[in-house]
Nanobody, 122 residues
Framework: QVQLVESGGRLVQAGGSLRLSCVAS????????MGWFRQAPGKEREFVAA????????GYAGSVKGRFTISRDNAKNTVYLQMNGLKPEDTAVYYC???????????????WGQGTQVTVSS
């Protein structure tokens, strides 16, 4: 079992930046691929970014590529999502997710956090 706790979401103006954090329980954090997903009101949850267990492989949704950066600190059991150039359409609840095995993936995540709200005003 892995427990995930996100933080860092808040109200921000368009063009601004935020850094989300997700702390995971467990002793073998590096054995999990990690991902960030988001869900806007009335929409399905969508992939945002993911990173392999070692941190060597990352990937992004087209809508955030070049603006968001995913990273991880395995010594701190933490994954981050740096979000720059925020747009009103980035408004959503952002979820952290973990997948055993460590291989980079955009789907099939087993463990989810409770989410953190990001609101971007125009």
């Amino acid at each position: 079992q892995v427990q995930l706790v996100e933080s860092g979401g808040r109200l921000v103006q368009a063009g601004g930046s935020l850094r989300l954090s997700c702390v995971a329980s467990g002793r073998i954090f590096s054995s999990y691929a990690m991902g960030w997903f988001r869900q806007a009101p009335g929409k399905e949850r969508e992939f945002v970014a993911a990173i392999s267990g070692s941190g060597g492989t990352t990937g992004y949704a087209g809508s955030v590529k070049g603006r968001f950066t995913i990273s991880r600190d395995n010594a701190k059991n933490t994954v981050y999502l740096q979000m720059n150039g925020l747009k009103p359409e980035d408004t959503a609840v952002y979820y952290c997710a973990a997948k055993p095995g460590g291989t980079y993936s955009r789907s099939g995540y087993n463990y989810w956090g409770q989410g953190t709200q990001v609101t971007v005003s125009s």
